[in-house]
């Protein structure tokens, strides 16, 4: 395999001496290892899929499956879950904000349960504009908005291309690790931010750690990568944590067994006849998802332009 050059500080592996770490044989075939840069540390898949692949996956409806889901916290509870933890992080970042309604842009934002999420608890009104290649989500985001006649609160794009507003806040949701090119990314996501907005990052704390399964994710974050990368773009942190149960107790670690492992069947088998309100308590306490802890799950930040 070819030596390769980090894409976040630029320095390539001349001489092969940065750590490998095998990608998992059950996540992907495209990629045979991850190697982490001897400088900020960020880790690297190797080979990297080819844009066409991720295409395919993104834009065909088979990174979602091919149905039109009904959003309900019922049918979603983790999503839903998630949504709220995230919110309520972004929120209090934004505790001086004057305005009586945020304008929220979701890059990524697979079905949409940030914003749902937000209209719902946030005492403002949620404005949300969601960019998401899959155009099965945009129908069920609609379905979703209208069901909670708030529909003209509701923008979808397919690329982010086609986006030309400013917003209060910009999210990331799970969507770094799929880049290819991390600085250019969040650069370019920096230019949708207000002069005084807001960008939300979550991504997987070092998941290649605890996680079997890993594919499509194309680069491996810790807590000091992502400084790294948020100051190499010029960003003011205003609050970086882990989050989530600690990755060694987490029900998603796929290399131990804990009786919480059995408590997540326990809950994913009896699902559908328990309310999705009691569903999503659940998985909060399950997954820890308002817990911050150095060592958790996944890495939340919410930062400004200098």
Partial sequence: MTSLTCPTCHLENTNNDWVVFPYPKESFKTS???LFCNRCHL???D????DEELDELYQKSSFWGNVVPRITEK??????ALGRARWRLIEASMAGCQKDSITVLDIGAGRGCLGLAAHRISKKTIKYSAVEP????????KEAWQSEGALEALQVYLELEEVSDRYDVVALSHVLEHVKSPVDFLQKACTFLQKDGVLFIDIPNQDHLFKKSLFPHLLFFSKESLVFLLDKINLNVLTIDGWGRNREK???NGHIQTYLHFLHWIICIVKRFVPGKLQMWGFNWLLGLDHRDPNGTWIRTVCKQK
Avoid at 47 to 50: E, I, Q
């Fill in 75 to 80: 049918n979603n509870p983790v999503e839903f």
């Fill in 134 to 141: 899959d155009p099965l989500q945009h129908i069920a985001m």
């Fill in 47 to 50: 080979p990297m899929p080819t």
């Fill in 43 to 45: 880790g690297i898949a």
């Fill in 250 to 252: 987490s029900p998603m």
């Fill in 32 to 34: 045979q290892r991850i």
